[in-house]
């Protein structure tokens, strides 16, 4: 057996500044040298960030990439850290005609091993995601070649991150090639419960292949994207050695013992990769010698969050990248005195700190004393920055001039709000938050140009009842300061808040249940029909009331006109309302009654 070190730079990579993403590839390669690393791997695309989407159209963007990940191999040798190897994601360029729409080379997901100032090999993804979240095939053309670089007398192969949730392909020739070890580049989106399927999968792969499974994941917010980290070596057995922490950058380092590798020969040979297709295997030598016997690092297990706690990390984590990255200094929301705001407020402050969270209370006449108190408590309790802006005066001018009534005079105040909220940001360089659950947004429970009226949505994928479990939550965590949360010495919500029933307060005594059925009833339904796609059919079959049923669906397919105008926000579910579930605005289907 032979020795490795390897270690995983578990990093957030900013899309599109690959000026910064090389200055993180030295320095973590830099860390990975002073822990006596062997092998450093970075995630998936890292210098150009993950993912670009349309910029991979652009000629310019591929030739910056590729020029980028050429001076990273010089830069790492001219700063005495290139003898050892890097493997880092970017994008390349195939030699082969283009497909419409793509620049000359078709864009390729790549891979390369950079070591003594050159790229001495290059891969790319063999398995093109194209669902949910993913439009590969838009952007990339398959891989088909599977590098094997020998390595202080190991045999290492490069696969990149789809090519591990899917049968044959590199997997499969990892294994018929005989690599003692598969590493694995990754950028995969957070969903809630995804890290138990992640280790499966990683430990059945690992199996497959026949050899110990490194897989680095990416971490940070990208839009409606959060990554979460969660980077893990396993054995050839699929026994766990070593993960990374969730939603935070770490420098994963482990030791493994490893076959020495049993062929001598070098050169390429191709292989039958069992999904239909031949891989091309090239085997290069970086050193053939196995290391002299060393003291192995302690392995480090990171524990993992609870469901609460993760989703809550992963809102925090979305919303810190969003205003850092698009380089806002503070953000600004309404605070109503209600769940909704209060939770996103809650959520803003252990993102960014307290300071720097504006919050307005905008009563109206309806607006109850026990609103205003609930808000101004928020405020006390958590110390950001307020303001009282009454709109009374505001929805009169207007009524002067616009006969409205019912709905359309509802309306108007959260437009007005709205409007408040836009004018401020304008003014101040606040990045506007709305507050509306996923919930709302699903049966259209959100007045557009008015709450809807923003530039992020922090809880857009967080149903009602979700709302309130978080807020009960991070109430319990008061006293606690971690990467996430902000260390408020009394729980941060007001209990009048969690308790009391929900109502928009936009016309005497209205409460959400006048037009929407209670939230856990809702929610169930939500759930089945949003995430699983079920119809009215099933749906009936499942427990749900017929007529339930079918006012809902109606009040859900409505409402996609208003889906599409709201903000971006945080994707933790498997169909969040955006790029997971693309539906027609104009669209003459409806689900018949069983």
Excluded at 32 to 59: K, Q, W
Excluded at 92 to 111: E, F, I, S
Excluded at 344 to 368: C, E, F, K, Q, W
Excluded at 453 to 470: C, M, S, Y
Aim: hydrophobic share 40%; charged share 25%.
């Amino acid at each position: 057996m032979a020795q490795l070190r390897i270690a995983l730079a578990q990093t957030n990579p900013a899309v599109g500044d690959l000026t910064a993403n090389a200055d993180k590839l030295v320095e973590w390669t830099r860390r990975a040298a002073d822990r006596g690393a062997h092998l450093a791997v970075f995630t998936e695309m890292f210098l150009t960030g993950y993912p670009v989407e349309d910029l991979v159209l652009r000629n310019s963007f591929v030739e910056a990439s590729v020029a980028a990940v050429e001076a990273a191999a010089r830069r790492l040798a001219e700063e005495g850290l290139g003898e050892i190897p890097v493997v880092v994601g970017y994008v390349d360029r195939a030699d082969r005609a283009p497909r419409v729409g793509q620049p000359k080379g078709a864009p390729l997901d790549a891979a390369a091993l950079l070591y003594r100032g050159g790229v001495v090999a290059r891969t790319a993804k063999h398995h093109l995601p194209n669902y949910g979240v993913f439009d590969e095939y838009r952007y990339f053309v398959r891989g088909d070649r599977l590098p094997i670089f020998r390595l202080h007398g190991v045999d290492v192969a490069i696969a990149v991150c789809e090519d591990l949730w899917q049968d044959g392909g590199p997997v499969a020739v990892a294994a018929e090639a005989g690599a003692g070890l598969l590493v694995v580049p990754n950028a995969s989106p957070y969903e809630r419960e995804k890290d138990d399927v992640r280790l499966e999968l990683v430990s059945r792969r690992a199996r497959e292949a026949g050899c110990a499974l490194a897989y680095a994941n990416q971490v940070g917010g990208q839009d409606e994207l959060v990554f979460d980290g969660d980077s893990i070596v396993v054995t050839a057995s699929g026994e766990l050695v070593a993960r990374a922490a969730q939603f935070t950058e770490e420098l994963l380092v482990a030791d493994l013992d490893l076959p020495e590798a049993a062929y001598g020969g070098l050169g390429s040979f191709e292989v039958d990769a069992g999904d239909g297709t031949v891989i091309t295997v090239e085997r290069l030598e970086l050193s053939a010698r196995p290391l002299e016997p060393y003291e192995p690092e302690p392995a480090s297990v990171a524990g993992h969050l609870d469901d609460t706690a993760e989703v809550y990390s992963a809102l925090v984590l979305a919303v810190r990248d969003y205003v850092a990255k698009n380089g806002f200094r503070s953000v600004i929301l309404g605070l109503s005195g209600g769940i909704d705001s209060a939770l996103t407020a809650t959520i803003a402050s252990d993102a960014i700190g307290p300071d720097r969270v504006h919050g307005v209370l905008m009563p109206s006449r309806y607006s109850s004393d026990h609103s205003l108190d609930d808000a101004q408590e928020l405020v006390a309790r958590q110390g950001i920055n307020s303001r009282i802006v009454p709109i009374g005066a505001m929805v009169d001018a207007f009524e002067k001039e616009l006969a409205l009534t019912g709905l359309s005079a509802e309306n108007l105040q959260a437009r007005v709000r709205g409007m408040i909220l836009m004018g401020l940001s304008n003014e101040h360089g606040h990045l506007v938050l709305t507050t509306g659950n996923k919930s709302e947004l699903a049966t259209g429970y959100s007045t557009l140009y008015g709450d809807s009226a923003g530039g992020f949505a922090p809880i857009k994928d967080v149903l009602k009842t979700l709302v309130w479990e978080l807020a009960r939550w991070r109430n319990a965590q008061a006293g606690v300061e971690s990467a996430f949360l902000h260390g408020f010495a009394v729980p941060p919500i007001p209990e009048n808040s969690i308790t009391k029933e929900p109502s928009a307060e936009l016309r005497p005594g209205q409460r959400d249940t006048d037009s929407l059925p209670e939230y856990d009833v809702l929610d169930r339904l939500l759930d089945d029909y949003v995430e699983k796609d079920m119809g009215s059919a099933s749906l009936v079959a499942a427990g749900h009331d017929p007529d339930l049923v079918a006012r809902v669906i109606r009040l859900v397919d409505l409402a996609e006109y208003k889906r599409r105008q709201y903000p971006p926000g945080p994707k933790i579910t498997p169909k969040n309302f955006g790029r997971d579930r693309r539906l027609p605005i104009t669209n003459r289907w409806r689900e018949t009654a069983p």
